[in-house]
């Protein structure tokens, strides 16, 4: 399985890939919304993207929002992380497209217990 990585703290991303690749994921990564489309369009098919909220450029939202609206990415799953926990910015995540919300901070378990509920793992 593949999942990109998309955050602007080079920290974070480096913490979620270890996780990942401790899982088995194979891990592409993108500093911010951007960089993750050309990862998209460049880099073929993933079956996650973890999607941080807040970064520059293009935010996590406007990112989810824009995969979206692609139909070749319709089987790829979404999984908003960052710190914001308020019940209307889960809401406005999963209402534009993601499929499934981490608040930070991260713990291996909370991680493993999130792609397990996306179908991720077994």
Do not use: H
């Not at 098919?45 to 990415?73: C, I, T």
């Amino acid at each position: 399985m593949r999942m990109l990585i998309v955050d602007d703290s080079r920290t974070m991303r480096t913490f979620l890939a270890a996780l990942a690749r401790n899982l088995a994921f194979e891990t592409g990564e993108a500093g911010d919304g951007i960089e993750a489309l050309e990862c998209l369009e460049n880099d073929g098919r993933f079956d996650v993207a973890l999607v941080d909220w807040d970064m520059p450029r293009m935010n996590g939202l406007a990112l989810v929002n824009e995969v979206r609206s692609y139909p070749k990415f319709d089987s790829m799953k979404l999984m908003m992380i960052t710190a914001q926990s308020s019940m209307d910015a889960v809401t406005q995540a999963l209402t534009r497209g993601a499929d499934d919300y981490l608040m930070k901070p991260i713990t291996p378990e909370m991680f493993e217990d999130k792609l397990r509920i996306l179908g991720l793992l077994d």
